[in-house]
């Protein structure tokens, strides 16, 4: 692969990973490896000017702008900090101030916060508004939700506070309460946070904000801006801060040495791990501010600061055995059993070893020391083998043949990473797995079947699939242990309503490999039925907005199991919704087929919401950002300012609320 090539898959990358952690808020890879990922494609793009896009990752520094929050202009944008990982450059960075200064300087040394970056605005020191990050130009507006954050003042204390500013900093969830909140969530099965990070962004956009009150957040302040500030450095704006009542850290060093800064970061790179909130690095910040407008900023970020980031946490620990689990679709995982290691905060027993290539890769055997490290995810991983430490070579790990919970010979499909067990009709973890995704609450939101009620369920021969939940009787329920006549009547009414379901969710419940819940509506919307997709041809399905052949196959193999078709009748015959219903149908047009339309600003006829609804009704699509693609702007009022030189720049039309509802009329 040449370096233009490169630069295209790069950037295909990088875009993924970037809506995975700022639209899904669920990450594949850790921030040190996105990172090194957008350094290469920094460089390579310096060295190719030729290959300039607009439309780069590195063009911009991410958005979690969200459809429900009305979005606000920064007055001051909201810039990023260059970071590294390496001492050298951090000398670098302090040999550049000061030979571009040419005088003395003080260099200020934090700790960097790991949550949610958040802009509050004072007037005559009242809270009067907090707003994202957003895109660094225009964020939301999260006002109601921040006022709910104990350690942040809604009226300042003190004096000497300028009439107007804004100050910065980040919402944070503290280790304690992230732990119990995601206890919580174990014990209501729903989905776990998988760092404080996520927690705190999470609960900042939720729409409740009693709820968001209940989570305890907590925030620090770092960064004080205006026109009108009390001091010359921002230290010492910082500490009056304070006396406002802000939260500071009281963790800030000024440092005049470079030897001083590297004492502060192997200091705080150890002692962080007793902080109670999460850090993952250091920022230094020249500190006089005449001396930080002199150094300037790029585009991206101010040229008088920088982050240096930590290594991500490893331990090092001995691998017991390997044991491999069967989910709902038959994929299984190697899970790596070890001594338990404290490592971020945490005890770690299990690790997941993904798939029979990386476990090759390793070379791993039994009896090994391993390195295991979180990312962004839950389940922490194996990075490498101490092979130094081998000091009695114990079996190689050799990926299973065979199911370990139905004895079936495994399959592995072709470009595929993950063995399967194909015998889906009767491996205990396949049949209880579809069972609890079709009860789950975005299926078919069935109560009171966890998931040890369903083993219990199965174990005593009441349910082998997902049909048998309609023949359940109540006296057969009432009879088994922990359970009684209330637990009973209680399932026994969610199966019932569970008929009232729309089809569109129960198509999702039945569990189709690649069909998540968005697909789930796309194709319940073309099709309208199970029996006119089930009829559909691989040409119709792949002819669908958004359904592409690896999604179609499935289906195709879906029904052509006379296992599936059986079941469905039976589904069918007990009153579950196998078509869309007219009312779900009412309003569907195709008037804006084909279009591409960008929702920007604030409107007075509907809320974003139901504009993005009325677009995808009328066969129309949402996007988020303005491309040559787009066919129009919807444009409210307050339109970010952005958006509107970048749609003028490409000639795209803006057509406002009225026009809009004209049009689909
Ligand atoms: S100063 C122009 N100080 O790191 C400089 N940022 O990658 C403004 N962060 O968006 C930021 N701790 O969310 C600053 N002590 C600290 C910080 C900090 C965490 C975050 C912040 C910023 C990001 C930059």
Same mark, same amino acid.
């Given at each position: 692969m040449n370096e233009v090539e490169r630069i295209l898959q790069l950037r295909e990358e990088l875009h993924r990973h970037n809506y995975n952690y700022y639209v899904l808020n669920a990450p594949e890879i850790t921030d040190q490896e996105f990172d090194f990922l957008m350094r290469e494609l920094q460089d390579l793009e310096e060295k190719h000017? +030729? @290959?300039?896009?607009?439309? $780069? =990752? /590195? #063009?911009r520094v991410g958005s979690d702008l969200n459809k429900n929050f009305v979005q606000v202009a920064h007055k001051y944008s909201m810039l990023s900090l260059a970071n590294t990982y390496s001492e050298a450059e951090v000398a670098d960075f302090f040999n550049r101030v000061q030979k571009d200064l040419n005088e003395d300087f003080e260099i200020c040394c934090e700790m960097k916060f790991d949550g949610t970056s958040i802009s509050l605005i004072y007037e005559e020191g009242r809270l009067v508004r907090a707003v994202t990050r957003g895109d660094g130009t225009q964020g939301d507006d999260v006002t109601d939700n921040v006022k709910t954050i104990r350690s942040i003042p809604l009226v300042l204390r003190g004096e000497g506070y300028p009439r107007e500013f804004e100050i910065r900093g980040e919402i944070l969830m503290p280790w304690q309460v992230f732990e119990q909140l995601n206890e919580e969530r174990e014990r209501r099965e729903e989905p776990l946070f998988a760092n404080p990070r996520n927690a705190a962004s999470g609960t900042l956009k939720l729409q409740n904000s009693s709820v968001v009150a209940s989570r305890k957040l907590d925030a620090y302040l770092y960064y004080l801006l205006g026109e +009108?500030? =009390? @001091?010359?450095g921002h230290y010492e704006n910082m500490m009056k801060a304070a006396q406002w009542g802000f939260k500071v850290s009281d963790i800030m060093r000024k440092c005049t040495s470079l030897q001083e800064v590297m004492d502060f970061i192997r200091y705080w790179d150890v002692e962080r791990k007793n902080l109670p909130v999460a850090t993952d690095g250091i920022v230094l910040k020249v500190n006089s501010l005449r001396q930080q407008k002199n150094l300037g900023s790029t585009a991206k970020s101010p040229r008088w600061a920088i982050a240096y980031k930590f290594q991500a946490e490893r331990a090092c620990t001995r691998l017991n055995k390997v044991t491999y689990q069967v989910g709902r679709t038959g994929a299984v995982t190697p899970v790596a059993n070890l001594d338990p290691v404290q490592l971020a905060g945490t005890v770690v027993k299990r690790a997941s070893l993904h798939n029979a290539d990386i476990i090759e890769g390793l070379d791993l055997h039994i009896g090994d020391y391993v390195y295991v490290e979180k990312g962004g995810e839950i389940i922490p991983k194996i990075v490498g083998v101490d092979k130094e430490a081998r000091f009695m070579i114990g079996d190689k790990v050799k990926f299973i043949t065979h199911c370990p919970e139905c004895g079936s010979p495994l399959m592995r499909y072709e470009g595929e990473a993950a063995h399967y067990c194909v015998n889906d009709a009767a491996c205990p973890p396949q049949i209880k797995g579809k069972i609890e995704h079709y009860v789950s609450r975005k299926a078919m939101n069935i109560d009171g079947l966890g998931t040890e009620t369903i083993d219990q369920f199965y174990q005593e021969g009441l349910i082998h699939t997902i049909a048998d939940l309609y023949t359940l009787k109540a006296p057969d329920i009432a009879?088994? +242990?922990? #359970?009684g006549k209330k637990s009973a009547v209680n399932i026994l009414e969610g199966v019932r309503a569970s008929k009232n379901v729309p089809f569109e969710r129960v198509l999702f419940a039945l569990g189709i490999r690649f069909v998540g819940e968005t697909t789930a509506k796309t194709l319940a919307r073309a099709f309208r039925s199970i029996d006119a997709l089930s009829k559909a041809t691989l040409e119709e399905l792949v002819g669908v907005d958004e359904i592409g052949a690896k999604i179609a196959q499935s289906i195709l193999q879906y029904f052509s199991d006379e296992r599936n078709v059986e079941l469905i009748e039976r589904l069918r015959n007990e009153g579950v919704q196998m078509e869309m219903e007219e009312l779900d149908m009412e309003g569907y047009t195709d008037k804006l087929e084909g279009k591409s339309i960008v929702i920007s600003g604030v409107f007075t006829h509907h809320s974003r919401d139901e504009y993005k609804e009325l677009i995808e009704k009328n066969g129309g699509k949402n996007v988020g950002s303005i491309s040559k693609? /787009? $066919?129009f702007i919807l444009a409210g009022d307050n339109m970010g300012p952005s958006k509107l030189e970048k749609a003028q720049k490409l000639g795209i039309p803006i057509m406002n609320e009225d026009e809009f509802l004209a049009l689909i009329e």
């Open positions: 000017p +030729e @290959c300039k896009d607009d439309n $780069s =990752p /590195t #063009m +009108e500030l =009390p @001091c010359g009879r088994l +242990e922990r #359970m693609k /787009t $066919s």
